[in-house]
């Protein structure tokens, strides 16, 4: 029958279960957009964390896009007229 050659130490013992505590993170409601999100993080939708604006988010960059674009052809638009 096999025996340990060495004593375990209590570090090793102890980190199997060193994962028996994790925890389902919670999650909690945006306060300006109340879309649900993890806590202690920005929120992806608006772009808000704790009432500050700090991202800018996908349909702000599609947005500022289709200006830009709209700004473009209306410049090309003056300068084919003034042409004429």
């Given at each position: 029958m096999p025996v340990p050659k060495r004593k375990r130490s209590k570090s090793r013992r102890d980190k199997r279960f060193a994962n028996k505590g994790l925890a389902?993170?919670?999650i909690t409601g945006c306060p300006n957009c109340k879309a649900p999100i993890s806590t202690h993080?920005?929120?992806k939708e608006c772009g808000h964390y704790?009432?500050?604006k700090v991202l800018v988010t996908k349909s702000e960059r599609a947005q500022k896009r289709v200006d830009s674009r709209?700004?473009?052809q209306a410049a090309t638009g003056e300068q084919e007229s003034?042409?004429?």
């Amino acid at each position: 029958m096999p025996v340990p050659k060495r004593k375990r130490s209590k570090s090793r013992r102890d980190k199997r279960f060193a994962n028996k505590g994790l925890a389902v993170k919670s999650i909690t409601g945006c306060p300006n957009c109340k879309a649900p999100i993890s806590t202690h993080v920005a929120c992806k939708e608006c772009g808000h964390y704790k009432g500050v604006k700090v991202l800018v988010t996908k349909s702000e960059r599609a947005q500022k896009r289709v200006d830009s674009r709209k700004a473009k052809q209306a410049a090309t638009g003056e300068q084919e007229s003034k042409a004429e």
